[in-house]
């Protein structure tokens, strides 16, 4: 923890650890999900509905939230209602349905491209967690494995790695440590999948990656909450600012430090801060 300002006493920071451990029991309940990205995937009880569309959900999720949910939901119906059954099965005239599909920056070129990588990874791959994992599977078990940076890094580049097929436009939504991104809904997404609790909100379907590895991701909301708490010093939100951040926050919690993105996020999303 490091601020340009006055040093933090260890007083304050236990003070500031008794505020977020609260806050963070009182934005991770159901109630928090109508509202936000994480409600699309909620509407799946099977595994890989659940993995597509929390991760096509986090992909699209920036800009307002109504719109994010609307345009989310719109690719559920255009994958009609079963995306692990139609990214594997669909047929070339199938794809027509998604040339008028544009979020922002994301158009039918992108989403073209994601059904392509999606479908020829099910026919090989049972769950999108192995589409994370370093060839060294059992290297991510370690304690000395700290933080999900390779796992971003190998999925990068596998994503990426179609070349007869990748249009290069498509890079821009798959952020990757090295490029020094802070990686903010790739992050979102992993804590989704990978977060294990009994609160009803994270799916903590995901087992080969753990909750000690997690890095917070910093939106809007977390950057400015962090900052007034001095828990964020570093100027430019980056990669090393999340590193930075999670490092603090591990100091109250090394199990699982990302559940503390309940509490930022929801102290600047409500107001509070």
């Given at each position: 923890?490091?601020?340009?300002?006055?040093?933090?006493?260890?007083?304050?920071?236990?003070?500031?650890?008794?505020?977020?451990?609260?806050?963070?029991?009182?934005?991770?309940?159901?109630?928090?999900?109508?509202?936000?990205?994480?409600?699309?995937?909620?509407?799946?009880?099977?595994?890989?509905?659940?993995?597509?569309?929390?991760?096509?959900?986090?992909?699209?999720?920036w800009?307002?939230?109504?719109?994010?949910?609307?345009?989310?939901?719109?690719?559920?119906?255009?994958?009609?209602?079963?995306?692990?059954?139609?990214?594997?099965?669909?047929e070339?005239?199938?794809?027509?349905?998604?040339?008028?599909?544009?979020?922002?920056?994301?158009?039918?070129?992108?989403?073209?491209?994601?059904?392509?990588?999606?479908?020829?990874?099910?026919?090989?791959?049972?769950?999108?967690?192995?589409?994370?994992?370093?060839?060294?599977?059992?290297?991510?078990?370690?304690?000395?494995?700290?933080?999900?940076?390779?796992?971003l890094?190998?999925?990068?580049?596998?994503?990426?790695?179609?070349?007869?097929?990748?249009?290069?436009?498509?890079?821009?939504?798959?952020?990757?440590?090295?490029?020094?991104?802070?990686?903010?809904?790739?992050?979102?997404?992993?804590?989704?999948?990978v977060?294990?609790?009994?609160?009803?909100?994270?799916?903590?379907?995901w087992?080969?990656?753990?909750?000690?590895?997690?890095?917070?991701?910093?939106?809007?909301?977390?950057?400015?909450?962090?900052?007034?708490?001095?828990?964020?010093?570093?100027?430019?939100?980056?990669?090393?600012?999340?590193?930075?951040?999670?490092?603090?926050?591990?100091q109250?919690?090394?199990?699982?430090?990302?559940?503390?993105?309940?509490?930022?996020?929801?102290?600047?999303?409500?107001?509070?801060?």
């Amino acid at each position: 923890m490091m601020t340009d300002e006055l040093p933090v006493t260890t007083t304050q920071i236990a003070t500031i650890k008794e505020f977020l451990d609260a806050k963070a029991d009182l934005y991770n309940r159901p109630s928090f999900i109508e509202r936000d990205p994480i409600s699309i995937p909620h509407r799946f009880s099977k595994k890989q509905d659940i993995e597509l569309m929390g991760f096509w959900a986090a992909v699209l999720a920036w800009g307002q939230r109504p719109v994010i949910l609307k345009k989310a939901n719109e690719l559920v119906e255009l994958m009609d209602g079963a995306p692990h059954d139609f990214v594997r099965n669909h047929e070339e005239a199938d794809l027509k349905r998604f040339l008028n599909f544009k979020h922002r920056t994301f158009n039918a070129t992108d989403a073209l491209y994601f059904l392509h990588f999606f479908r020829q990874y099910y026919l090989d791959n049972d769950s999108l967690e192995d589409a994370f994992l370093p060839t060294e599977t059992d290297s991510l078990n370690s304690q000395s494995i700290q933080t999900v940076e390779s796992s971003l890094i190998t999925f990068h580049d596998r994503f990426c790695g179609l070349t007869d097929f990748f249009p290069e436009r498509t890079r821009k939504h798959i952020a990757t440590p090295a490029r020094n991104s802070s990686c903010k809904r790739l992050l979102m997404f992993l804590r989704w999948m990978v977060r294990q609790d009994d609160r009803g909100v994270d799916f903590g379907i995901w087992t080969r990656l753990r909750p000690h590895q997690l890095v917070i991701p910093i939106d809007v909301h977390v950057n400015r909450v962090a900052r007034h708490l001095q828990l964020l010093s570093r100027p430019q939100t980056d990669w090393k600012a999340a590193l930075e951040l999670t490092e603090t926050l591990r100091q109250f919690d090394p199990a699982d430090p990302v559940r503390y993105d309940f509490a930022l996020f929801g102290l600047g999303v409500e107001g509070e801060m």
